[in-house]
């Protein structure tokens, strides 16, 4: 019998090679999509995650295809390569920058969301049975969460709102009548596609609304991924700029492996058309300024310098957390295992082991 097989896009990146990673080690066929236009969004210092790439490498049963999910026949060639033996698809390819969305909108739509309908159509032609799992955003809430009241304490913004302090954000958070970015736009429509396909098609669906997701094989950028490129800075002396909210603005972090967990309970035991809210909770949330603080306590060497621009960005959460109990209910033997301070460790590690660092 031939060896189960997995699909990821987006595989160099951050979840896609954590993906590739988990279910190689595992023993599945994993085939890995990737045009590499990192470099195109953020340029060549936030291009390679050499981490990822060089674990990639070694797996013994990993497969790579230099494409691009835009490209409609090519991604069908590689679904009828292998549709016999997959049993899932995770798709995590996308152009994931508020602020570079804002610049080429077409581009960000083509690849957020046409992209992600081709995958769709290319799992419903060559494998209805398998699972679709697209790695979503909470930014299809827009700025929903900026409607609550918050109040503002010495280094973060809390919600006045007891239930939502205690549990953070569901589902039922809605979609309308908000400032979403041009980001999240692309994104809200591929999720509601992702979901389409399931209700009207019954592909085993699943939209993973995350917040933000981060670890070691993070390659960070200003424009995107804000605890990786923090950290970056720290680590090699880089100044660092806060915008807006007095850095004291708040979000959840989830590290991958918990992440990729999650990815993993779905395929074993798939849904039709699901969403779900996830992320590291109320109990890994934590400001930009705590955040700052907290590598200093690592290690006193990593005392950022960074300055705060007064401007927000547009559609900036003021607070933002992950309740994920909705999935947990359904699996109920996940649960977040990596918490703020192990996580940090993780990720200075990892930047500091790439050899650019301070002395």
């Not at 200093?296 to 300055?307: A, G, H, M, N, V």
Request: aromatic content about 12%.
């Amino acid at each position: 019998m031939e060896k189960k097989t997995i699909l990821i896009t987006g595989v160099l990146g951050l979840v896609g090679s954590a993906t590739a990673i988990h279910f190689g080690k595992q023993g599945y066929n994993v085939v890995g999509v990737d045009n590499g236009f990192r470099k195109v969004f953020f340029g060549e210092d936030a291009t390679q995650n050499l981490v990822g790439e060089n674990a990639l490498a070694k797996l013994p049963n990993f497969i790579f295809f230099e494409e691009d999910i835009r490209n409609q026949i090519g991604i069908n060639k590689i679904f009828a390569t292998y549709a016999k033996n997959l049993i899932a698809i995770v798709h995590c390819a996308a152009q994931p920058s508020h602020d570079w969305a804002a610049k080429d909108p077409i581009v960000d739509f083509t690849i957020n969301a046409n992209g992600t309908l081709i995958m769709l159509e290319a799992t419903r032609k060559y494998a209805p049975d398998a699972s679709f799992v697209f790695l979503s955003t909470n930014k299809v809430y827009g700025s929903k969460p900026n409607d609550f009241e918050y109040s503002e304490g010495p280094s973060r913004w809390t919600p006045l709102d007891v239930a939502t302090e205690s549990h953070g954000f569901n589902e039922n958070l809605g979609l309308d009548a908000t400032t979403h970015s041009v980001f999240g736009v692309s994104k809200t429509a591929a999720d509601l596609m992702v979901q389409e396909y399931g209700r009207y098609f019954g592909l085993r669906t699943v939209c993973m609304r995350g917040g933000c997701l981060t670890g070691p094989l993070h390659a960070g950028a200003e424009l995107h991924g804000f605890l990786s490129y923090l950290i970056k800075c720290a680590v090699n002396r880089r100044p660092y700029t806060i915008f807006g909210y007095g850095g004291k603005q708040v979000r959840d972090n989830i590290h991958t492996d918990d992440l990729v967990r999650a990815i993993h309970f779905f395929i074993d035991d798939p849904d039709i058309a699901q969403i779900y809210n996830i992320g590291g909770g109320v109990e890994n949330t934590i400001s930009v300024i705590e955040a700052i603080d907290l590598l200093s306590q690592i290690d006193p060497r990593y005392k950022l310098e960074f300055t705060i621009e007064g401007k927000n960005r547009i559609g900036d959460h003021i607070w933002y957390a992950t309740d994920f109990r909705k999935f947990q209910n359904r699996y109920p033997l996940w649960a977040p295992r990596v918490g703020l301070t192990n996580l940090f460790e993780d990720m200075v590690r990892s930047e500091y082991d790439l050899g650019s660092h301070i002395d």
